[in-house]
């Protein structure tokens, strides 16, 4: 498994490949790898003929210096998780220069306002950062298809209007989210949870599985409003969040229509850890 630190490097493998017709999918990550990850990478590889996992932590992308810092890096860790996939794959590890060069700030994008609520209103600048940074990979690695978790079901409704903005050739699928055997969403950031912390945070799936059984006979708001009052017995967890919007608009919704398909998305706080969720209503 090759693993590339350079753009120059991975730039002429990918021309390479595209003279050979080959098919590029593209999984991009912020490292500290998990088995949801590997899913991605999994699909990917049954999907196409050539595949670039991406390890980048995205400066831009953080709206708090302190989550930035303290965001689990493990690179020696991720190239062995990727060990088993071998020359199926091609990691690419930049610096932020080399994705950047000497101007690490973000564009400002109009992703048509599914990113002004819920991540983009409490992370304020975040998926300006998510836009530029994917912008410039993509560039970079020109894939036909790139795989995204609806673990991050924003980032991955913005990942497609930004396709359809800059007019990429580019394919999007999306990936179901891969949970742990009690619920809990996998996720990087819950290597920096306590015990004690972890243990109680399959709360928050399970409370979202709740939340769904009172679809539909519930208005949105009763059963936003039963979520609060759940998270109000937790002394570990603070939610910050719960919103139930349409899927493909990410348009809070105030009463449940046919032909719409309906999504609770969540984000709680376990001590300075944020976790977030989501899960298809009906
Ligand atoms: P991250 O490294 O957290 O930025 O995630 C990289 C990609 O993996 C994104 O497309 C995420 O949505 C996806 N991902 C992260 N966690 C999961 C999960 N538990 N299940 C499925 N996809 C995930």
Same mark, same amino acid.
């Given at each position: $498994?090759?693993?590339?630190?350079?753009?120059? *490097?991975? #730039?002429?493998? @990918?021309?390479?490949?595209?003279? &050979?017709?080959?098919?590029?999918?593209?999984?991009?990550? $912020?490292?500290?790898?998990h088995?949801g990850?590997?899913?991605?990478? #999994? *699909?990917?590889?049954?999907?196409?003929?050539r595949?670039?996992?991406?390890?980048? @932590?995205?400066?831009? *992308?953080?709206?708090?210096?302190?989550?930035?810092?303290?965001?689990?890096?493990d690179?020696?860790?991720?190239?062995?998780?990727?060990?088993?996939?071998?020359?199926?794959?091609i990691?690419? &590890?930049p610096?932020?220069?080399? @994705?950047y060069?000497?101007?690490?700030?973000? $564009?400002?994008?109009?992703?048509?306002?599914?990113?002004?609520? $819920?991540?983009?209103?409490? /992370?304020?600048?975040?998926?300006?950062?998510?836009?530029?940074?994917?912008?410039?990979?993509? #560039?970079?690695?020109?894939?036909?298809?790139?795989?995204?978790?609806?673990?991050?079901?924003?980032?991955?409704?913005?990942?497609?209007?930004?396709?359809?903005?800059?007019?990429?050739?580019?394919?999007?699928?999306?990936?179901p989210?891969? /949970?742990?055997?009690?619920?809990?969403?996998? %996720? %990087?950031? &819950?290597?920096?949870?306590?015990? *004690? =912390?972890?243990?109680?945070?399959?709360?928050?799936?399970?409370t979202?599985? #709740?939340?769904?059984?009172?679809?539909?006979?519930?208005?949105?708001?009763?059963?936003k409003?039963w979520?609060?009052?759940?998270? =109000?017995?937790?002394k570990?967890?603070?939610?910050?969040?719960i919103?139930?919007?349409?899927?493909?608009?990410?348009?809070?919704a105030?009463?449940f229509?046919?032909?719409?398909?309906? /999504?609770?998305?969540?984000? @709680?706080?376990?001590?300075?850890?944020?976790?977030?969720?989501?899960?298809?209503? &009906?």
């Amino acid at each position: $498994m090759q693993v590339f630190t350079k753009r120059h *490097q991975l #730039e002429s493998q @990918v021309a390479n490949w595209h003279k &050979n017709n080959l098919k590029i999918g593209y999984v991009p990550t $912020m490292g500290a790898l998990h088995a949801g990850h590997a899913s991605l990478v #999994e *699909q990917a590889i049954a999907q196409c003929d050539r595949v670039v996992v991406g390890i980048f @932590v995205n400066p831009t *992308q953080f709206n708090n210096q302190e989550d930035l810092e303290k965001y689990p890096r493990d690179i020696e860790g991720d190239v062995d998780f990727l060990k088993p996939f071998g020359e199926s794959i091609i990691v690419f &590890n930049p610096s932020a220069r080399e @994705v950047y060069g000497n101007h690490v700030k973000s $564009m400002h994008f109009d992703f048509a306002g599914l990113e002004d609520k $819920m991540e983009g209103k409490f /992370r304020p600048g975040h998926f300006d950062g998510v836009g530029t940074v994917l912008k410039h990979l993509f #560039e970079i690695v020109r894939p036909d298809k790139a795989f995204f978790g609806e673990k991050d079901f924003q980032q991955l409704q913005i990942v497609k209007k930004l396709v359809e903005i800059e007019n990429l050739d580019i394919d999007i699928v999306p990936c179901p989210i891969s /949970r742990a055997d009690d619920g809990l969403a996998l %996720s %990087s950031r &819950n290597k920096r949870l306590t015990e *004690q =912390e972890r243990t109680e945070a399959p709360f928050i799936f399970k409370t979202l599985a #709740e939340a769904k059984k009172l679809y539909p006979a519930n208005a949105p708001t009763a059963i936003k409003q039963w979520v609060e009052q759940e998270f =109000e017995k937790s002394k570990i967890l603070q939610l910050e969040y719960i919103e139930i919007a349409d899927e493909d608009t990410l348009e809070t919704a105030t009463s449940f229509e046919e032909n719409h398909t309906y /999504r609770a998305f969540i984000a @709680v706080f376990a001590g300075d850890v944020r976790l977030i969720d989501n899960l298809r209503l &009906n």
